[in-house]
């Protein structure tokens, strides 16, 4: 279940995947307030690619997508967003052990993700080569298996049909 709840609270914003302050202080046991007030602390660990703060337009898509069920739900401030390298600063400032357990399970959670973009990479390539090969578009994966299991059973059954006409 742990892993299931980090997963789901991985974001995609500004094209990095991302975690929202307080869904880590939720995970890590914590206020959103003490996090944030941490990371405050220690704002040189956080370059712009470890962690950046949400506009308003990108806390209203955010709502409008129902990733958050209200605008309400970030408490009065714009959330941090923190990337996979920001994640794994936070253990340098919070030392709990809850702290250090959880960063390891996010940890794994970004490496599931990226080893799943990995493989649905390729599974596209192969699809594009597919594609060459019967020279047909195909809009998803159902439409290519359903292709290639009437052509297969096209096949059978012209190997298998009764001959008609002269016979040597």
Do not use: C
């Not at 944030?36 to 220690?42: E, I, L, S």
């Not at 337009?57 to 996979?84: C, D, R, W």
């Not at 920001?86 to 809850?98: D, E, N, P, Q």
Request: hydrophobic share 40%; charged share 25%.
């Amino acid at each position: 279940m742990e892993l299931e709840l980090i997963k789901n609270s991985i974001l995609e914003i500004r094209g990095k995947k991302v975690m929202l302050d307080m869904d880590l202080a939720k995970i890590y046991q914590v206020e959103t307030r003490a996090l944030k007030q941490a990371v405050r602390r220690n704002l040189d660990r956080f370059p712009e690619d470890f962690l950046f703060q949400l506009t308003e337009t990108e806390m209203q898509n955010l709502v409008s997508q129902n990733v958050i069920p209200h605008i309400k739900y970030f408490g009065g401030s714009a959330p941090f967003a923190f990337t996979e390298q920001g994640v794994a600063m936070l253990s340098s400032i919070l030392k709990s052990k809850k702290a250090i357990q959880m960063n390891i399970s996010i940890m794994r959670a970004f490496v599931m993700i990226r080893q799943w973009a990995l493989s649905y990479q390729e599974l596209s390539d192969k699809l594009s080569d597919l594609e060459k090969l019967h020279n047909q578009k195909f809009n998803d994966i159902d439409q290519v298996l359903k292709y290639l299991l009437q052509k297969d059973h096209a096949i059978s059954q012209q190997a298998n049909r009764e001959q008609l006409g002269y016979k040597k």
